[in-house]
């Protein structure tokens, strides 16, 4: 069974553009959850979606934002990009939503902005 | 604040050796993985451990979730240079919906031959 699938694996912006990441679950996972990775903040949840509506939402700004699509792949944005989201975004999927399903994460796009 | 503190930060060891990494909460979580992630890459799940008490061995690795289910630790025996990377331990918690982690700050391990 193939695993959670990020793209593009590697994307430099620029400051003030914005940016579409790219996440397809594990087939048959119905969640996904999107989380931002820095070295001074660890892992920080950013949102979930669930059949195609957003489930829960971390404390981030409006700029990110995501959606997810009826054969459960999903897609974050970032708009107006800052310096200070360069970081690795991971992608998790879990078979459905709740606290006790697993989730298995992706390999991750590094955001970097200039 | 962070809702999951784990130590050390840090661990530099020689091959052989035993260690413990730690993941501490003054909160209950329903459930709590601990993940593996090497640098570029994702997190992989080790071990999900939901009855407090419980104890799970993977080969070197033994995972124990506290009794009250607020603290976890990470136990390896005879350390091997490819254990090293960053142990993540993650908790979920039943008040919150969804499928929504808090992470650990994580440990970097570092094993010298």
């Known amino acids: 069974k193939a695993g959670v699938t990020q793209t593009p694996r590697y994307l430099i912006k620029t400051r003030g553009q914005q940016v579409t990441l790219s996440c397809s679950p594990i087939?048959?996972?119905?969640?996904v959850s999107w989380y931002q990775q820095t070295p001074g903040q660890g892992l920080q949840f950013l949102f979930e979606?669930?059949?195609?509506?957003?489930?829960n939402k971390g404390n981030f700004p409006g700029r990110f934002s995501g959606r997810q699509f009826s054969n459960s792949r999903s897609e974050m944005n970032v708009s107006t990009l800052e310096l200070g989201d360069s970081a690795l975004y991971l992608c998790a999927s879990s078979r459905t939503s709740g606290s006790s399903y697993e989730q298995y994460f992706g390999p991750g796009t590094r955001l970097t902005v200039t | 604040t962070q809702l999951l503190e784990q130590s050390p930060q840090f661990l530099s060891i020689q091959e052989g050796e035993n260690l413990t990494v730690y993941c501490n909460s003054s909160s209950v979580f329903s459930s709590l993985q601990w993940y593996r992630q090497e640098p570029g890459e994702g997190p992989v799940l080790l071990v999900t451990?939901?009855?407090?008490?419980e104890v799970k061995k993977l080969k070197r690795l033994t995972f124990q979730f506290g009794d009250a289910r607020k603290d976890s630790s990470l136990h390896i025996t005879a350390a091997q240079p490819g254990d090293t990377g960053l142990y993540l331990c993650a908790g979920a918690r039943r008040e919150t919906s969804g499928s929504r982690l808090t992470f650990g700050e994580g440990t970097q391990l570092t094993v010298n031959p």
């Open positions: 087939s048959g996972h119905r969640s």
């Open positions: 451990v939901v009855t407090g008490g």
């Open positions: 979606y669930f059949s195609e509506t957003q489930r």
